[in-house]
């Protein structure tokens, strides 16, 4: 079992930014898939990025140029730098861990545990 522990979320203006944590604890999911997904109200959930090291980090479109995910050493912790913010980035942001896949890292079908999310509200 892998537990998630999601923070960094809140309330910005556009234009601000925020910095989302993920702890993951448990069983190891060092060198697999590790990413973020978000689902805004009455929408689908959607790909942010993710990373499946060694490869560089993936990104939607949306999230190209301004925002950022990191890991640190031991790989048990996931990190997205969010600047630039705008409305349309208001959403429930989860991250997610594989320890099965480390490949094609932004399919969400790689993953197989999930945080309970950390709310990201950005207003006009």
């Known amino acids: 079992q892998v537990q998630l522990v999601e923070s960094g979320g809140g309330s910005v203006q556009a234009g601000g930014s925020l910095r989302l944590s993920c702890a993951a604890s448990g069983a190891t999911s060092s060198g697999y898939c590790m990413a973020w997904f978000r689902q805004a109200p009455g929408k689908e959930r959607e790909k942010v990025a993710a990373?499946?090291?060694?490869?560089?980090?993936a990104y939607a479109d949306f999230a190209k140029g301004r925002f950022t995910l990191s890991q640190n050493n031991a790989q048990d912790s996931l990190y997205l730098q969010m600047n630039t913010l705008k409305p349309d980035d208001t959403a429930m942001y989860y991250c997610a861990v594989s320890t099965t896949h480390s490949t094609y890292c932004l399919s969400s079908g790689r993953y197989n545990y999930w945080g309970q999310g950390t709310q990201v509200t950005v207003s006009s």
């Open positions: 990373i499946g090291p060694p490869v560089s980090p």
